[in-house]
């Protein structure tokens, strides 16, 4: 039986019987065809007697292969790390991309209750949370550890917007991540960073709103240096700031800018209508607190989120390839919903540093022109095309930000995400541009390689379509490094073929950070 998503409240969904799902594309003969090639290869899916299935979209190949993504359940317990994509071609079984690894036999019955979970949640949280925290009795099967219990534990502030998992019998901390994936920037620059730009606003009784009725309505909010909502940028002559910081609506005109390229890129190059691949626009908030140096994304209210910077050492949060990396937040919480923890957490923030960048290429801006530097337009002391630009990371060779590995350890995972990032982003320069050293920007990229390989590249179009494919169809939530790997290669082959100098080129890329 395929349900209508939309008009099925989450309890319902998750209540639903023994090869039921919940069909979000409007092909339920795909999903069908999937939860009976589940059953089976029951041992390929991990799958139990207790486990239910809800789909989360279908992607159907040129040639007719299906893979349809789903999310499970046990019991009626959503199960974290449970997501699987199920590929098939003509009715027949092709694979199964997943990282649980065990199939799931566990009492469903909690011995530390829920509010005791919250209470554990609370001591690493502080007591400064807003609203009531939710929590949510799950199954927690991420990684390689036996599956276990838990409450999902959500904590939220002004700052803050935390989930813990707690073991439901124990009381102990299995895991946490924030829920704002952000840019981690220190600093950013004061001044416009793209130039003058068209624009496209909306037409209102006495004037204009910044508001793109051509790219799902996206707009853009005032946040008025407050941590509120604010209210939607509104003018009568519809020019939108005044090339410097002076005028807030400058800053306004370098999100919305942004948001638009990065729409675009995804939708020319890779055939993506917005975020969600709906047609639906997300907000962009501006000014949002005093002094806040960051910028993030927030799935909670589909939005990115930018502030001022300190003034000093960064200006605005608005440069071009952090606006594409917080939309592309966005993109991965919509399809693979990779884990903002461990490796999945670096897979993820690698994720949108890659696609920021090509959207910089893209766009190819006079005033930002292209590099693989991440954020240097907001650095207040760079000079554009001198040697010794200062970025948030650099993807040629991430250990030039003091903290980011070059290459692959068995210890990545226990780094932060915006570190743990580093050898994705070093695969991903090394596999479009190669070894050869080059300049961008007025910057030598000079790339190493963990096994004194040479690379030559096979170009920033077939990289980007490469990882793309890859995250759409491959990745699941809790991918790793290895698992990355693999569904690259696939991804490669599916493009380009089996014996493809770009499937070789993909696995040579690997090992030259050290991903075998």
Sequence with gaps: MILNCKSLPLAVLLALGANQACAVDTNPVAVNRALALIH????????????????????????GTEHVRLDRTYNGLPVIGGDLVVHSRNG???????????????????????????????????????????????VYARGKGTPKLVWRVRMQNAQADMTYIVDARTGGIVERWSNLETSAVAGQGKTLYSGTVPLVTNSVVGGYELRDPSRGRMRTIDGSNSRTSGQIYKDSDNVWGNDTASDPATVAADAEYGVGMTWDFYKTVLGRNGIGNDGIGAYSRVHYGKGYSNAFWSDACFCMTYGDGDGVTVGPMVALDITGHEMSHGVTARTAGLIYSGESGGLNEANSDIFGTMVEFYANNSHDTPDYMIGEQIYAGNVPGSANQKALRYMWKPSLDGRSPDFYSADIGSLDVHYSSGVANHFFYLLAEGTTPKTFSGVLHSSPTYNGASLAGIGRDKAERIWYRALTVYFTSSTDYAAARVATIQAAKDLYGSSSAEAGAVADTWAAVNVN
């Design 92 to 138: 027949k079984y092709e694979s199964t991309s997943l990282t649980q690894d065990a199939v799931l036999n566990l009492s469903t019955t909690p011995v530390v209750k829920s509010d005791a979970a919250i209470v554990a949640a609370g001591a690493e949280f502080g007591a400064g949370f807003t609203g009531m925290p939710e929590s949510t009795l799950s």
């Design 40 to 63: 089976s290869h029951s041992g390929e899916a991990r799958a139990s007697a207790g486990d239910r299935y809800v789909s989360r979209g279908v992607f159907v190949d040129a040639d």
